[in-house]
């Protein structure tokens, strides 16, 4: 088992056309050849794990940040990126349908496609929290063959056979996403959403591997993609409902600070981090203790100073997070618990046993008769 610390990327989108019109300013940069971001007002530098400027690409941001998870996945360890920032910084486009999850996508089956003598199966799921309140993005119109199967949060996970598949989720699942015209910004994403890829394998060889893999175990792993809603100032959104679904939007990323601000301190009481106070947590959690490799893209809007700082300082935090990734041995687990439980089913007959015997010494000659029939 290997510990290592959460990926915290920075990615700073360039100015749009209207910013530019308007003669905006940029307040916020990489410095050269650094992975530090330089905030001007308040003068302050912060470190990162890579950081990206307005010119890095798409590929840039992937093959460095995603690319060398994806392998990780196939091994068999919970992987998960998220995006994260203010509205309009860049987080859809990052991650959506033309980001992070098709070139991932395109990765994950060429990799598969290499390994040779691997049985696998794939499923997904697409979620969104609205409100607090989940909906499954894939429910409606679904031409595919769907497993239902639902899990603690009633979501449908659906079968996957080729890329295509995948891709066409992907693409059905984003357009349902709920969108709402704020005071700052037109079709602003008003919910989290999560992307999930399940993969189960059969692993056919023999040999032990550093992992430990034997023949015919089966592991299941599963790489989360989550695109948060963006954060925002009260009372900036023009009606109830916008300010509505800004408290649940800034309530379940107030209670995703203090699980990570937990999380970074050393030897935390796992009962104290409240990862059960919103939906959101709930469902990164895994993806944020014990058996994950996590990447975090912060995204920077470069015109603004308001919680730009705020971003960068929240997101440095999670830098110090340590979780242990481990492969998702089922069936050593499994075997595990066969074990455990033959054990617990020896020890009390034997003593079932013993209470028998006893109790039997202890009848007079008639009754033990009839208790030795009975045990
Ligand atoms: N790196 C980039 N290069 C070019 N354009 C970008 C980049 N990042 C974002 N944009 C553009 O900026 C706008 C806002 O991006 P996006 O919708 O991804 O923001 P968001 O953070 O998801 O916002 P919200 O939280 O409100 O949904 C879009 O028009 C998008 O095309």
Redesign the pocket.
């Known amino acids: 088992m290997e510990e290592v610390s959460m990926r915290v990327a920075v990615?700073i989108?360039?100015l749009?056309r209207g910013e530019i019109l308007e003669d905006e300013e940029v307040c916020v940069q990489i410095v050269d050849g650094q992975h530090q971001v330089k905030v001007n007002t308040p003068e302050e530098v912060i470190n990162f794990d890579h950081a990206f400027g307005?010119n890095l690409t798409q590929k840039d941001v992937f093959d460095t940040c995603v690319h060398p998870l994806v392998p990780r996945f196939i091994e068999g360890c919970n992987t998960t990126v998220f995006?994260y920032?203010?509205?309009?910084?860049?987080?859809?486009?990052?991650m959506?349908t033309l980001g992070i999850i098709p070139r991932a996508i395109d990765d994950i089956f060429n990799l598969l496609n290499e390994k040779k003598g691997i049985k696998y199966s794939l499923a997904t799921y697409y979620i969104e929290i609205y409100n607090e309140e989940l909906r499954d993005l894939l429910e409606k119109k679904n031409d595919m063959n769907i497993i239902l199967r639902d899990d603690k949060w009633g979501n449908t996970e659906c079968a996957v056979n080729t890329k295509k598949d995948l891709l066409h989720f992907l693409e059905e699942g984003s357009t349902r996403r709920r969108?709402g015209n704020?005071l700052?910004?037109k079709?602003?994403?008003r919910s989290h959403t999560i992307f999930t890829i399940f993969l189960r394998q059969q692993r056919g060889h023999s040999q032990k591997t550093k992992d430990g893999i034997v023949k015919g175990e089966e592991i299941i792993s599963k790489f989360t993609f989550i695109?948060l809603?963006?954060h925002e100032r009260m009372g900036r959104s023009e009606n109830k409902m916008r300010f509505n679904e800004s408290i649940n939007i800034n309530k379940s990323l107030s209670t995703l600070a203090q699980v990570i601000s937990s999380l970074a301190i050393p030897n935390t009481d796992k009962a104290h981090i409240p990862f059960r106070n919103s939906k959101l947590t709930r469902i990164l959690k895994d993806s944020l203790e014990g058996n994950a490799k996590t990447v975090m893209i912060v995204?920077i809007n470069p015109a603004s100073t308001l919680d730009t700082l705020t971003s960068l300082k929240y997101a440095n935090q999670a830098r110090d997070i340590k979780p242990k990734t481990m492969v998702n041995h089922v069936n050593e687990q499994y075997k595990q618990e066969l074990r455990d439980r033959k054990k617990a089913v020896k020890q009390h007959l034997q003593e079932r046993k013993h209470v028998s015997t006893s109790l039997q010494r202890s009848l007079p000659d008639k009754l033990q008769t009839i208790f030795f029939k009975l045990f």
């Open positions: 990615r989108r360039p749009c307005p995006t920032g203010q509205t309009g910084s860049g987080k859809t486009y990052t959506g969108v704020t700052l910004r079709r602003s994403s695109d809603a963006g995204c």
